[in-house]
């Protein structure tokens, strides 16, 4: 069974930091381009960051810009997301995700969900002001 799992998430006070990670079984994501993903109550799931196959291409939307960083362990078919300076406003379930058919980010079509192969589960994100 193929799955993605995240943990990390939590309750953090605004200005705190929380680590996230995702956890891949079943197949291996070492040649896949993986995203993390929010969706907050009442709003669409959005890109907050996305890695390609090696690491070497990155994407970030302004809003997390300078403060989230996107990782990951090929060998630990593991990614992660490092969060800093947390706002009240990035409060929402995390989700990860893996495009099987991209090794890099081409064009904007990794901003999107539809293209990606697997999700997880989700990890809630509270920032508290």
């Known amino acids: 069974q193929v799955q993605l799992v995240e943990s990390g998430g939590g309750l953090v006070q605004a200005g705190g930091s929380l680590r996230l990670s995702c956890k891949g079984s079943?197949?291996?994501?070492?040649?896949?381009?993986m995203g993390w993903f929010r969706q907050a109550p009442g709003r669409e799931r959005d890109i907050v960051a996305a890695?390609?196959?090696?690491?070497?291409?990155?994407y970030y939307p302004d809003s997390v810009k300078g403060r989230f960083t996107i990782s990951r362990d090929n060998a630990k078919n593991t990614v992660y997301l490092q969060m800093n300076s947390l706002k009240p406003e990035d409060t929402a379930v995390y989700y990860c995700?893996?495009?099987?058919?991209?090794?890099?980010?081409?064009?904007?079509?990794?901003?999107?969900?539809?293209?990606?192969?697997?999700w997880g589960q989700g990890t809630q994100v509270t920032v508290s002001s």
């Open positions: 079943g197949r291996t994501f070492s040649s896949a381009a």
């Open positions: 890695i390609s196959w090696n690491g070497g291409s990155t």
């Open positions: 995700a893996a495009d099987l058919d991209a090794w890099g980010l081409y064009g904007s079509s990794f901003r999107r969900t539809d293209v990606y192969d697997y």
